[in-house]
Nanobody, 121 residues
Framework: QVQLVESGGGLVQPGGSLRLSCAAS????????MGWYRQAPGKQRELVAR???????NYADSVKGRFTISRDNAKNTVYLQMNSLKLEDTAVYYC???????????????WGQGTLVTVSS
């Protein structure tokens, strides 16, 4: 079984910064893509940023230039540095990973439990 555990959410004022972390654990052969999604109240879950195993990164237009995704493959961890936060960034942020299981050698689409980010003055 593979688990993702997020941390780093909280309350921040507009213009502030937060750093989210997500660590994968369990029987992992390889992690392919890792990413962050978010879901605001009354809205659908949307992609924020994703990073495949290489250096390529993808961002939602709404966060380009403000958010940075990175990963530490040795620690099976992905980070999301969020700067210049806006009110509309308020949401539950979910970590996601595409994992090859070390026991079944099958592809698993794994989600974290979510961490709340609230941007408010």
């Amino acid at each position: 079984q593979v688990q993702l555990v997020e941390s780093g959410g909280g309350l921040v004022q507009p213009g502030g910064s937060l750093r989210l972390s997500c660590a994968a654990s369990g029987r992992i052969r390889r992690i392919n893509v890792m990413g962050w999604y978010r879901q605001a109240p009354g809205k659908q879950r949307e992609l924020v940023a994703r990073i495949p195993s290489g250096d390529t990164t993808n961002y939602a237009d709404s966060v380009k230039g403000r958010f940075t995704i990175s990963r530490d493959n040795a620690k099976n961890t992905v980070y999301l540095q969020m700067n210049s936060l806006k009110l509309e960034d308020t949401a539950v942020y979910y970590c996601n990973a595409g994992v090859i299981s070390a026991t079944t050698y099958t592809y698993l689409d794994v989600w974290g439990q979510g961490t709340l980010v609230t941007v408010s003055s």
